[in-house]
């Protein structure tokens, strides 16, 4: 409940309208809950999260300080939030960020939401690399946000880390993060716009990893409104039943990786077969392996490149 201050009034724009510039976080969450009321499930507890999440506090945060005071410009942001969600928006739209394994990364509909799913393949990374030692060059393929190669800067052991990505906003959108993130990286982060291992011609690497896009266009209508209605589609969908992109860096990054490097592609869960076949048919990957995610679906490949 409101803690006795006057409760703002939200307008179709966002826009708040109270008695003091800003608003205790219990009038705030009281305002928004109104607002969502009947138009999205939970809607006190998205207030919370919307709250928290514009506040760059803990989830639990506006819970434990109702009295806590937020300035004019945060509460605009929140308000701001919740009409993106109500429009439909994804939530880490809606707020400008996501958390990805220990980093907070800005986000915007130039890039790909990154997800728990993605996670598990930087851990097929990390735990193979630590089995081998320190150093060498890990490529990160579309990159997006940066997630993946931002993930590996940050817990790694690499020399440096080089990312691509075929857009020049979701470019502009992973060095924005990288530079908000510099003092947490211990590696250097290169990116370069380009298709697949196109930027990259010349350099040699120990790891060659990407979340490509892996769903078919025939596939689009099932997916979630979220994610057919507001993700890049260039993020998205490949040709050839899902798999184009994922042959067309399979026979690229052969050429790229050193004898025994790594090359780790997350994949479509129901395609980890014809996946596994498809690099094992190149000739040129042994110690082929499909791993599964958290939920036990098949959800990384990963190869290493044979010597000679």
Known sequence: MPDGRVVGAIGADGVVSSADDGMSVADLRYSLGMMLRGRLDEHDAEARDLIAAVAGQPRL????????????????????????????????????????????????????????????????VLEWSAARGAGGLAIDVGTGSGAIALALANEGAFDRVIATDVSTGAVQVARANAERLAGALRAPVEFRQGALLGPVRGETARVVVSNPPYIAYGEMQDLPRGVRDWEPPIALYAGDGGMAVTAALARAAADVLEPGGLLAIEIDCRRGAACAELLRAQGCYHDVRVRPDLTGRDRVLTATRQDG
């Open 61 to 124: 945060w506006p819970s434990a300080h109702p009295k806590a005071w937020l300035d004019e410009d945060v509460v605009t942001r929140v308000c701001q939030a919740a009409i993106e969600r109500l429009r439909g928006a994804p939530f880490a739209y809606a707020v400008g960020r996501a958390a990805f394994r220990h980093l907070t990364l800005h986000v915007d509909h130039r890039v790909l939401i990154p997800r728990q799913e993605t996670e598990v393949l930087v851990d097929a």
